[in-house]
């Protein structure tokens, strides 16, 4: 009986060392390190109001499922595409576009007012997004930022009558491969998008 006693002790105690071991292995182990980039685009400087007395609703975005997630993107050799599990943005890439588009439409005082979805005030416009693309592209031996988005103005007061539709894509070098060299890319690419919209949107706006 005490051989049976004695053995099970011993057999507790293995297991107490084991569980040990396993704990401080666990605990040495270097934990996943993932990097967050916010995409943060501005207008330098706010302008005049172009037409007085009027509202725009500026919609949420959407994109394309192949650039929905936060992992950044990357277009290889071969058409082969590639996202990047160490580094990603903030927040999903729409989210950021989109309320940089406010705030952009706002700066740039094509409207009184601009607005969000979940206002309540009657609109006179609409502006409608999509992102289409958005990736570092790496394949051929280049290293490029790229951005290509579709916009839709909409006369809210004529059945959502369509008064202009552009699409932009911009290419923009980038000064490495590095992710925040990526992210930079991706930044001023979807400036130039801004501005080249808000050049078109003006002159639609002013006619009215």
Not at 85 to 108: C, E, G, K, T
Not at 193 to 199: P, R
Request: charged share 25%; glycine share 6%; proline share 4%.
């Amino acid at each position: 009986m005490k051989l049976i006693v004695r053995n099970i002790i011993l057999i507790l105690a293995l297991a107490i060392c084991l569980s040990s071991l396993a704990g401080c292995a666990g605990l040495s182990k270097k934990a996943v390190e993932k990097h967050h980039y916010y995409l943060e685009v501005q207008r330098p400087e706010a302008s005049e109001v172009s037409v007085p007395d009027t509202v725009m609703l500026v919609r949420r975005m959407q994109i394309s499922p192949l650039y929905d997630g936060r992992e950044l993107v990357y277009r290889m050799d071969g058409g082969r595409m590639e996202s990047d599990f160490y580094n990603l943005f903030f927040v999903p890439p729409v989210d950021m576009i989109s309320q940089n588009l406010h705030h952009w439409i706002d700066a740039a005082g094509l409207t009184k007012e601009v607005v969000a979805d979940a206002s309540l005030v009657q609109s006179d416009f609409i502006l409608e997004g999509m992102v289409n693309a958005l990736y570092a592209d790496f394949s051929d031996g280049k290293a490029d930022g790229v951005a290509e988005m579709q916009f839709f103005l909409l006369d809210a007061h004529k059945d959502d009558t369509v008064l202009f539709s552009g699409r932009y894509k911009e290419r923009v070098p980038l000064k490495g491969k590095s992710p925040e060299a990526v992210v930079e890319g991706l930044r001023k690419a979807v400036q130039t998008v801004f501005e080249k919209l808000e050049n078109n949107l003006r002159p639609k706006l002013s006619a009215r």
